[in-house]
């Protein structure tokens, strides 16, 4: 691992399709490699120009966002205390997951209630925060460019990160910002590539990814949940 330039928590899916999502992208987040994506016809850009943004994470959730290791910290204590987090948590459900327009971005995002999901993804932020260095102010003042609501802006502060806590929204990304008359088309080519979601969306595992020097994320590990 001695590679890996950040690091972060991410829930993972799989399945036949999960895989598809990762054709869809054009990179498996398994191998850090990037993968075939298909012809799809009737899109109003190449797949490749609409995933740009995506590709280089891979399909994902993100629960911590990537974080390069404290002053003091190393790969080995981070794995230990996943695994031991992981240990205590328990599986979550919600009724599923579908396509949505999350400003701007087609993503798949979780149907029915979400506390559940959302307590269990405050618990890894705040439980793995020492193993966060600090941001940049370069990388700060990226953040504060997409201009931050209050609540945004205290968890950036406190977390590195402004879309935790209360403004976490669970979301497996799979475009760059589309122009509104894209949504819909794109949209559609999805749901037809991905075919039947997940219903119940059973969250049984956590990911840990390591950012490799070319840019692209892979698994380093999966961690089953078992408490």
Not at 56 to 82: C, M, N, S, W
Not at 116 to 140: G, I, K, Q, Y
Not at 204 to 225: I, K, P, T
Request: hydrophobic share 45%; proline share 8%.
């Amino acid at each position: 691992m001695q590679s890996i330039r950040r690091y972060a928590l991410y829930l993972a899916p799989t399945g036949p399709w999960a895989e598809a999502a990762a054709d869809w992208l054009g990179w498996d987040l398994a191998t850090g490699r990037a993968r075939a994506q298909p012809d799809l016809p009737a899109l109003p850009r190449p797949l490749s120009a609409l995933t740009a943004e995506a590709r280089k994470y891979g399909f994902h959730a993100t629960i911590k966002p990537p974080f390069r290791l404290a002053e003091g910290q190393d790969v080995q204590a981070l794995t230990a205390a996943v695994a031991m987090l992981c240990a205590r948590l328990a599986p979550v459900e919600t009724d599923g997951l579908a396509p949505s327009d999350l400003d701007g971005f087609l993503a798949l995002t979780p149907l029915g209630e979400t506390a559940a999901l959302d307590a269990l993804a405050a618990d890894v932020v705040r439980s793995l925060d020492a193993f966060r260095a600090p941001p940049s102010d370069a990388e700060l003042a990226r953040r504060r460019a997409a201009g931050l609501n209050p609540a945004q802006e205290e968890n950036l502060a406190r977390w590195g990160y402004p879309y935790v806590m209360g403004e976490f929204r669970c979301h497996l990304t799979l475009t760059g910002r589309l122009a509104p008359d894209e949504a819909a088309t794109v949209q559609a080519a999805a749901r037809r590539h991905l075919g039947p979601m997940p219903a119940p969306w059973r969250i049984d595992s956590l990911v840990l990814a390591g950012e490799q020097a070319d840019g692209g994320f892979r698994l380093l590990h999966r961690y089953a949940f078992t408490g």
